[in-house]
């Protein structure tokens, strides 16, 4: 059984850009969660797809969006990116609501 | 008011005592309450889940929820150094799909 893959590891983007960050979830997992982790505090949920379809979202503005492929691998796009964006980007797959399996995360940070 | 409260620490004890986590919320919709490890720079992993109110131990860990307090906690028999890790209380509700709501997180260190 495969865990929770994320790519990059970590990034470095400049105010302004934009940046897409992407999961492969864990075998057999057809939900995906996104959570946003900023230093010293715990993990924000931004979205969650089921079956390619956003079903659930946080308290956070349109600039962040997302998408979900057929295989239930998903990306995290974030445009216009500001200095507070800066965090650990978190995916989760689950088939449960209570058994969610995080990845390594992708550290960005946005100068 | 955040919706789940942990206090950061952090917390440092000496190896094998026993560690007393706690949380409380505010949300009496929560229904399942999850603990998760994390260590620095890595992503949080599950160490037990409870269902409603009640108490679970798996091995050293033991978790506790009091839904009429808004208040639960995880214990830790026996700690060890490989415990040192920030542990996270999370809880979600039936509606809320699997959207999970997280403490802030409390910093654990247990000398040798």
């Known amino acids: 059984e495969t865990g929770v893959t994320q790519s990059p590891t970590h990034l470095i983007k400049t105010r302004g850009q934009q940046v897409t960050l992407r999961c492969s979830s864990q075998?057999?997992?057809?939900?995906v969660s996104w959570y946003q982790q900023a230093l010293g505090q715990g993990p924000q949920f931004i979205f969650q797809?089921?079956?390619?379809?956003?079903?659930g979202r946080g308290n956070f503005p349109p600039r962040f969006s997302g998408l979900q492929f057929p295989n239930y691998s998903s990306e995290l796009n974030v445009n216009a990116l500001e200095l507070d964006d800066s965090a650990l980007y978190l995916c989760a797959s689950s088939d449960q609501i209570y058994e969610q399996f995080f990845g390594p995360g992708t550290r960005l940070t946005v100068l | 008011q955040k919706e789940v409260e942990q206090d950061p620490g952090p917390l440092s004890v000496p190896e094998g005592a026993i560690v007393s986590l706690n949380c409380t919320y505010s949300n009496s919709a929560f229904q399942y309450f999850m603990w998760y490890r994390q260590y620095s720079r890595k992503g949080p992993e599950l160490l037990m889940y409870t269902y409603s109110s009640g108490n679970k131990e798996d091995g050293r860990f033991t978790a506790q929820v009091d839904k009429s307090s808004k208040y639960i906690s995880l214990f830790i028999r026996d700690s060890q150094p490989s415990d040192s890790a920030t542990y996270l209380c999370a809880m979600s509700s039936h509606n809320a799909g699997n959207m999970l709501t997280f403490g802030g997180g409390t910093r654990l260190m247990v000398k040798p």
């Open positions: 075998s057999g997992h057809n939900t």
């Open positions: 797809y089921y079956r390619e379809e956003e079903n």
